[in-house]
């Protein structure tokens, strides 16, 4: 079983909330992602990074940011949140070898009414 | 950008029968997974699979990556296997950025 935490799993908030979704993994892996997913529907990578100051934004276009600071740690922040923010957040990461085989956190539910 | 097509869609099993889904993608690949996502939304990876054949239980996985597809099997089939499952690939480099398909939802019935 891999070591990837995503707090809170679920988070109903106004609008115009700043948020921050948590990530952590214990495996020391390099690589984290975060990516988006509306119900019933495919994943779409938001962001990633390739290690501590590293960040890049994914194919998805988001309003979100990210920070990493620490190996372990991967937060996302919304600044200001909307309703079209509304969906399901899930932080993944893998190691820089050959398999490159991700593992993903429980996800964050979040709903901006 | 690389199309990733899944199918069937949607597929509804009595327990104890066999499956086979399928990915299709439009672009070498160097990298291409399946996951498995439980009705809870967590995701399970279940092959590191670029090219091959791996099993793993009662799944099994191939991929031709000459031909630009990979096929899941799922072996006497269980209410535990119900979900969707999906198809992700990378198109170059080490980047791990996963381009991912729209699923295959699997119902198990008892």
């Known amino acids: 079983e891999a070591d990837i935490y995503q707090t809170p799993r679920y988070l109903v908030i106004g609008t115009g909330k700043k948020i921050t979704l948590e990530c952590s993994q214990t495996?020391?892996?390099?690589?984290m992602y975060w990516y988006q997913q509306d119900p019933g529907m495919e994943l779409h990578l938001i962001h990633y990074?390739?290690?501590?100051?590293?960040?890049e934004k994914g194919d998805l276009s988001s309003e979100s940011t990210v920070s990493r600071i620490r190996t372990e740690h991967f937060p996302l922040t919304l600044e200001s949140a909307r309703p079209s923010h509304t969906s399901q957040y899930l932080c993944?990461?893998?190691?820089?070898?050959?398999?490159?085989?991700?593992?993903f956190g429980p996800g964050t539910r979040l709903t901006v009414l | 950008g690389i199309q990733v097509e899944q199918s069937p869609p949607d597929l509804i099993l009595q327990e104890g029968a066999n499956s086979t889904l399928r990915c299709n993608f439009s672009?070498?690949?160097?990298?291409l997974q399946w996951f498995h996502q439980n009705p809870w939304g967590q995701l399970i990876n279940l092959f590191y699979?670029?090219?091959g054949t791996k099993q793993n239980g009662r799944l099994s996985a191939t991929t031709v990556a000459t031909e630009r597809y990979s096929l899941l099997y799922i072996s006497s089939s269980q209410t535990t296997d119900s979900g969707v499952y999906f198809c992700?690939?990378?198109?170059?480099?080490?980047?791990?950025?996963?381009?991912f398909g729209q699923g295959t939802t699997l119902q198990v019935k008892p």
């Open positions: 699979i670029p090219s």
């Open positions: 993944a990461s893998s190691e820089r070898v050959i398999t490159d085989t991700q593992y």
């Open positions: 990074s390739y290690g501590v100051n590293s960040t």
């Open positions: 495996m020391g892996h390099d690589k």
């Open positions: 672009d070498s690949v160097n990298n």
């Open positions: 992700a690939v990378e198109v170059s480099g080490n980047t791990g950025k996963l381009i």
